[in-house]
């Protein structure tokens, strides 16, 4: 039994690192979501910056025949085939004043400012002292217009030009710019430095921005994201504290009674024996819990494979009672089934399936009180076919819309050796999602807790 020790204690090691790595993997897989997150709105950002931005460069266009049509203050002659009527011009204020109550109207909430020679502002719509000088460069997805950003008043906006013949500005400008409203430009804005808190832990961060165009629609599916990714979070967090909790006993048990064994501390037999047991107990547990982890994330990364065919949902019934029964008799239960003959296949995997309902069975079997009974039943409804297992939940009964939650137990007083870990449930309700199906639970009368299964009919 000693030489038999080294290999239990590194056992142990090896169980205690493959936790640490999948601690690690969860914190890894939680830091890509949250990463991928971030960066999937700053791209968001930039595409819908860039939709804003050409709706700026095509207006433009037509804020400049608005503006050139202001320019005259009366046409002489009549225009001929040699060439258009004269324009006699107006003076700059009048000029001013025909852009004010003519053109800026039009525009609604955007802003018509005019440049001189040196990009400077001679004329500003909404701000009359504005001279402030505007740097513009020229579009590269739109011909013969420029573009800019400017700040006014701590406010960055997105802004299109275009160029005027200088014989026919009273004012002498060269440039003319519209401004896009604040109203698209600022909830970008806030999108973008929401996406920047999310993206430095600031989990909480919502916009709040509504409304039923585009920029709406945008602000509710960030607030959606980020709601998604605080949950991812905080399970990471919530996970990692369970996964600690429950190797915490058997670790120690595994520690303590290895070293026990190895210190000569244990004389007789007899204590040697029940510490070698003890040992053997706990290290199955622990790969247990090891294999369902597993089990669970290569369920939810999408990696199992499943080779769906016509399963006689009937027959493995069945097959599932008879496995179980000796289990619910040492517990003092009976068992209980109506399946009715002709049931119709089901399509799924057979092996997933038997996985499925064998947990469904013996979490019926663990908690159920002494004494009563565990009932399955089956019955087709319409394209698919309903199973339900069904037990009494004794004094403690579960949540229901907490009991598929990993590590949940409804008797939390209920050691891990006894009542299992509480990833059983979890990994069934995904492998059931992956067969096209639904797994669900509900507590009949609040003393009576019903599994129920659906998977689609084969063919």
């Given at each position: 039994?000693?030489?038999?020790?080294?290999?239990?204690?590194?056992?142990?090691?090896?169980?205690?690192?493959?936790?640490?790595?999948?601690?690690?993997?969860?914190?890894?897989?939680?830091?890509?979501?949250?990463?991928s997150?971030?960066?999937?709105?700053?791209?968001?950002r930039?595409v819908?910056?860039?939709a804003?931005?050409?709706?700026?460069?095509?207006?433009?266009?037509?804020?400049a025949?608005?503006?050139?049509?202001?320019?005259?203050?009366?046409?002489?002659?009549?225009?001929?085939?040699?060439?258009?009527?004269?324009?006699?011009?107006?003076?700059?204020?009048?000029?001013?004043?025909r852009l004010?109550?003519?053109?800026?109207?039009?525009?609604?909430?955007?802003?018509?400012?005019l440049?001189?020679?040196?990009r400077q502002?001679?004329y500003?719509?909404?701000?009359?002292?504005?001279?402030?000088?505007?740097?513009?460069?020229?579009?590269?997805?739109?011909?013969?217009?420029q573009?800019?950003?400017?700040?006014?008043?701590?406010?960055?906006?997105?802004?299109?030009?275009?160029?005027?013949a200088?014989?026919?500005?009273?004012?002498?400008?060269?440039?003319?710019?519209?401004?896009?409203?604040?109203?698209?430009?600022?909830?970008?804005?806030?999108?973008?430095?929401?996406?920047?808190?999310?993206?430095?832990?600031?989990?909480?961060?919502?916009?709040g921005?509504?409304?039923?165009?585009?920029?709406?629609?945008?602000?509710?599916?960030?607030?959606?994201?980020?709601?998604?990714?605080?949950?991812?979070?905080?399970?990471?967090?919530?996970?990692?504290?369970?996964?600690?909790?429950?190797?915490?006993?058997?670790?120690?048990?595994?520690?303590?009674?290895?070293?026990?064994?190895?210190?000569?501390?244990?004389?007789?037999?007899?204590?040697?024996?029940?510490?070698?047991?003890?040992?053997?107990?706990?290290?199955?547990?622990?790969?247990?819990?090891?294999?369902e982890?597993?089990?669970?994330?290569?369920?939810?990364?999408?990696?199992?494979?499943?080779?769906?065919?016509?399963?006689?949902?009937?027959?493995q019934?069945?097959?599932?009672?008879?496995?179980?029964?000796?289990?619910?008799?040492?517990?003092?239960?009976?068992?209980?089934?109506?399946?009715?003959?002709?049931?119709?296949?089901?399509?799924?995997?057979?092996e997933?399936?038997?996985?499925?309902?064998?947990?469904?069975?013996?979490?019926?079997?663990?908690?159920?009180?002494?004494?009563?009974?565990?009932?399955?039943?089956?019955?087709?409804?319409?394209?698919?076919?309903?199973?339900?297992?069904?037990?009494?939940?004794?004094?403690?009964?579960?949540?229901?819309?907490?009991?598929?939650?990993?590590?949940?137990?409804?008797?939390?007083?209920?050691?891990?050796?006894?009542?299992?870990?509480?990833?059983?449930?979890?990994?069934?309700?995904?492998?059931?999602?992956?067969?096209?199906?639904?797994?669900?639970?509900?507590?009949?009368?609040?003393?009576?807790?019903?599994?129920?299964?659906?998977?689609?009919?084969?063919?």
């Amino acid at each position: 039994m000693g030489r038999r020790l080294p290999a239990r204690a590194g056992g142990e090691r090896e169980l205690s690192l493959r936790f640490r790595l999948l601690a690690a993997a969860a914190g890894i897989v939680a830091t890509s979501l949250l990463l991928s997150g971030a960066l999937t709105w700053f791209l968001v950002r930039n595409v819908e910056l860039q939709a804003a931005q050409d709706s700026v460069d095509r207006n433009v266009q037509v804020s400049a025949m608005l503006v050139r049509h202001q320019e005259c203050l009366m046409r002489t002659g009549v225009a001929t085939n040699a060439g258009p009527a004269a324009c006699r011009l107006t003076d700059g204020n009048d000029f001013s004043g025909r852009l004010d109550s003519s053109v800026a109207p039009a525009l609604g909430s955007s802003r018509l400012l005019l440049l001189g020679r040196q990009r400077q502002v001679l004329y500003d719509s909404q701000d009359p002292a504005n001279a402030e000088i505007i740097d513009i460069t020229a579009s590269k997805r739109v011909a013969n217009v420029q573009e800019a950003q400017p700040v006014f008043g701590g406010e960055r906006y997105l802004a299109a030009a275009m160029a005027i013949a200088p014989a026919r500005d009273p004012l002498g400008a060269l440039i003319l710019v519209l401004i896009v409203s604040r109203s698209v430009t600022k909830p970008l804005t806030q999108l973008a430095g929401a996406a920047e808190d999310i993206a430095g832990g600031n989990y909480s961060r919502r916009v709040g921005i509504r409304g039923p165009d585009e920029i709406g629609h945008l602000g509710v599916a960030f607030d959606r994201m980020a709601e998604a990714v605080e949950r991812a979070r905080s399970t990471q967090r919530e996970f990692l504290a369970n996964v600690s909790h429950e190797l915490k006993t058997p670790l120690t048990s595994l520690i303590g009674f290895s070293q026990a064994l190895t210190d000569g501390s244990l004389k007789t037999d007899d204590e040697k024996t029940r510490a070698a047991t003890i040992v053997h107990e706990e290290s199955e547990r622990v790969l247990r819990m090891s294999q369902e982890l597993l089990d669970l994330a290569r369920v939810e990364a999408g990696t199992v494979s499943f080779h769906t065919t016509a399963v006689d949902l009937a027959a493995q019934l069945r097959q599932e009672l008879d496995i179980v029964r000796p289990r619910a008799a040492a517990a003092g239960l009976s068992l209980e089934a109506d399946i009715p003959a002709g049931l119709p296949p089901v399509a799924a995997d057979p092996e997933r399936l038997h996985q499925v309902l064998d947990n469904l069975l013996d979490n019926a079997v663990k908690y159920a009180p002494r004494g009563s009974s565990v009932r399955i039943s089956a019955s087709s409804n319409g394209a698919a076919v309903d199973t339900v297992v069904a037990n009494a939940t004794g004094d403690h009964r579960p949540d229901p819309e907490r009991i598929f939650e990993r590590f949940y137990r409804a008797d939390a007083s209920r050691s891990a050796a006894a009542g299992g870990v509480g990833l059983g449930l979890a990994i069934s309700r995904e492998l059931v999602a992956a067969m096209k199906g639904t797994l669900r639970a509900e507590l009949d009368g609040g003393s009576t807790l019903l599994m129920r299964l659906t998977l689609p009919k084969s063919g």
